[in-house]
């Protein structure tokens, strides 16, 4: 059973009526009082809250006790040895089940965060945590208490000691700005700056910051932020890769995508028909796909000359509800795309088909991302129910569902990163999970 959903038990045992609540317990019936009375707690939303916070609790007690069953049946390492040593197993599908037999038996530990500035350590809550291609750092954005974020760097290095620490180092300055998008960029060297998008009650701002900014060098030698400009309420971003459009970033914006050149200073604006909440480019080709509030995928080649009536569109898909996040494929022949109403599907790109599935994945509103990870074959995405769910790529196999340290509610939805090499090369596999103002582990047993 889905840890998210509401219980069937009253539906089951007795017939639902308009205003009333079953209680199973009691055997009776109660009734439903208006949302806006807070001194009695038969309201809907407390109701369906408390049952969530229950079966949340009951999850956490099982993890703890590592009373973890397989997914697979017949799924153990002494099996898959077996099978992989009389070659009825290929390195690769060896591989992919011997992480998910590890994914399944993650077991959860507390990180503690080092700052050279103290008094900052652990005072806001992680809002977003994006990590660098090598998974060597993590880049963060945290709420701040009187409004706006901060960012700062986080280095993984630490985590391969017992101790399970983590230096973190933050910037000079806030923003009054929501942060509403970030991805790492490539300038001078990989992963040297980073791609901001903020938006306010007054227009947002899309800029973009070294790396080097979070150091823990002499404050007076840090760099300044490179780019800087304001525009219309900012929802998502992206940084290309090929050769024939570097140093380019795109911002998807109200009804348009801004491409910009930061070298040049060149800018080129695309007309779209609703708002772009997901944007990725191709790195085989000069290609940036994006997401919409309409439901609608699409591709532009930013090859392409700004023209009055020319339509941009190329490889057009279409969800039932707003895309929320994309991925495309490492052979850029797939591309995963979630939304709105909770689905997940991968398309082939050359059939312009959904060729499959990915189910119990819930939302209803919020811009949650997708974590593809294709080395290991799985698939992660944290929900609005605040759950974080683990799949197999390959099959669609819903392989494990993490319940949240903290009670669910609208400002506790996790943030995660997912690599079996976080802290680098030689780092430790694992989930990293940041909710509140506390960062997790949960690491290969």
């Not at 509403?180 to 701002?205: F, K, Q, R, Y």
């Not at 509030?293 to 057009?316: C, L, M, Y």
Request: aromatic share 8%; proline share 5%; glycine share 6%.
């Amino acid at each position: 059973e889905d840890p998210s959903s509401s219980s069937s038990t009253q539906n089951s045992v007795a017939p639902e009526l308009p205003g009333f609540y079953y209680d199973p317990e009691k055997n009776r019936y109660f009734r439903l009082l208006p949302g806006h009375n807070n001194h009695n707690p038969l309201t809907k939303d407390s109701i369906q809250h408390k049952a969530m916070e229950c079966k949340r609790l009951r999850l956490l007690e099982e993890e703890e006790k590592q009373n973890q069953k397989t997914t697979r049946a017949g799924l153990n390492s002494s099996v898959l040895l077996q099978k992989r040593q009389l070659g009825l197993l290929s390195p690769t599908s060896y591989c992919r089940l011997v992480h998910e037999l590890k994914v399944n038996c993650m077991q959860r530990r507390k990180i503690e965060i080092h700052s050279p500035d103290s008094s900052v350590t652990g005072t806001n809550n992680f809002k977003i945590i994006v990590a660098d291609v090598a998974c060597e750092r993590i880049f963060t954005v945290n709420d701040v208490e009187h409004g706006g974020c901060k960012y700062g760097i986080i280095n993984l290095s630490g985590l391969g000691k017992e101790s399970l620490t983590v230096e973190m180092y933050d910037n000079l300055y806030f923003t009054n700005r929501k942060v509403n998008s970030v991805c790492w960029a490539s300038l001078t060297h990989p992963d040297s700056h980073l791609c901001l998008m903020g938006i306010a009650e007054t227009p947002g701002c899309a800029s973009l910051l070294p790396a080097s900014l979070f150091s823990s060098t002499n404050p007076g030698d840090r760099p300044g932020m490179l780019c800087s400009f304001k525009i219309s309420t900012a929802w998502s971003c992206a940084w290309c890769l090929n050769p024939q459009a570097d140093n380019c970033f795109s911002t998807g914006l109200t009804r348009r995508v801004l491409v910009t050149n930061v070298v040049t200073g060149h800018r080129q604006t695309f007309g779209t028909s609703s708002d772009v909440l997901a944007q990725q480019f191709a790195t085989q080709t000069p290609v940036l796909y994006n997401g919409c509030r309409s439901g609608e995928i699409f591709s532009i080649d930013v090859r392409q000359r700004n023209r009055k009536g020319q339509s941009w569109k190329a490889i057009r898909l279409f969800h039932g509800s707003a895309v929320t996040s994309i991925h495309l494929m490492e052979a850029e022949h797939y591309l995963m795309a979630a939304d709105m109403a909770g689905k997940i599907k991968l398309w082939d790109l050359r059939t312009a088909k959904c060729v499959k599935q990915y189910k119990g994945h819930h939302n209803e509103y919020a811009l949650l991302p997708l974590h593809v990870n294709e080395e290991e074959g799985l698939l992660i995405a944290v929900g609005q129910d605040c759950y974080t769910r683990i799949w197999s790529l390959q099959d669609a196999h819903l392989l494990r569902t993490i319940p949240s340290p903290h009670p669910s509610s609208k400002d506790a939805i996790p943030s995660v990163v997912f690599s079996s090499r976080l802290g680098g090369s030689r780092g430790v596999p694992g989930l990293l999970m940041a909710v509140k103002q506390d960062l997790y582990h949960f690491s290969y047993n």
